[in-house]
């Protein structure tokens, strides 16, 4: 356990190669929480503009997952992790250790705008959507982000950055505008919390499970040259 979390401190540095990107990245989406037209159009339970908090948590697993590998791929990291004491499960298991990092920044980075936003516009933060509708936001905020993890990381273990970019671009893009719309014919308000959290915690292992085996299969085929 001690190789796989020194792996992901490894990687947790080289964000510093990408911070400009994730910075703009993530000041972008803020800015749209607060200023983007919510239009005519309402959804159950939320806002038009609320949909721009599922992009939070969702570019969070994205920029610690694809960035951080892809920067990582140009340096060699395969010859690297080859010249050291560690096992390629090992290697595997700090992906995901780095995705689920950047997932519970995300969930952070969540409330804080969510909680913002909403005393902005309604005096309130827990605002219109109540405390049960936030966190079933942040719930599929959540799923959505494990799902674009369990595929930009076997996607580019098996391809590469450069083959894989297209996998993870959709990995990204089709998560997030499925929670959008599911959200946008739900009342989230109104769901009952616990049946919701057991189907989401038990998809996202299922999710887990199965892209870490893909992930490790495809790694221990890979040709290190």
């Known amino acids: 356990m001690r190789n796989v979390i020194n792996l992901t401190k490894m990687s947790l540095k080289n964000l510093n190669a990408i911070k400009k990107f994730a910075i703009i990245s993530i000041f972008a989406v803020v800015v749209a ?5 919510e239009g005519t159009k309402k959804m159950n339970g939320a806002d038009a503009n609320s949909i721009y908090l599922l992009m939070i948590i969702n570019l969070m697993a994205y920029i610690f997952t694809y960035m951080v590998m ?16 560690v096992e390629k499960k090992e290697y595997i298991k700090s992906r995901y250790l780095l995705g689920l990092s950047g997932v519970l920044l995300g969930v ?4 804080i705008v ?19 509708g936030i966190l079933e ?25 450069t083959k894989g970019r297209l996998i993870a ?3 990204f893009m089709a998560p997030m505008f499925a929670g959008a719309a599911i959200a ?4 989230l ?5 616990v049946p919701f959290s057991v189907a989401l915690i038990i998809g996202s292992l299922i999710l887990l499970l199965g892209s870490y085996t893909i992930a490790m299969a495809s790694y221990k085929r890979k040709r290190i040259v």
């Not at 929480?33 to 037209?37: C, G, I, K, P, T």
């Not at 936001?137 to 950055?161: D, E, N, R, V, Y």
């Not at 308000?189 to 919390?193: E, H, K, R, T």
């Open 33 to 37: 929480v607060f200023f983007v037209s």
């Open 70 to 85: 892809a920067y990582e791929e140009m340096s060699n990291i395969d010859i690297l992790i080859g010249y050291l004491p």
């Open 108 to 111: 952070v980075l969540f409330f």
């Open 114 to 132: 969510i909680f913002a936003r909403n005393m902005v516009k309604t005096g309130s933060i827990v605002g219109n959507m109540g405390m049960n």
């Open 137 to 161: 936001l942040a719930g599929m905020g959540i799923f959505c982000a494990i799902l674009t993890i369990s595929i930009i990381i076997p996607s580019h273990i098996g391809f590469g950055g």
């Open 169 to 171: 671009i959709i990995g």
């Open 184 to 187: 946008n014919v739900t009342n």
């Open 189 to 193: 308000a109104s769901i009952s919390a």
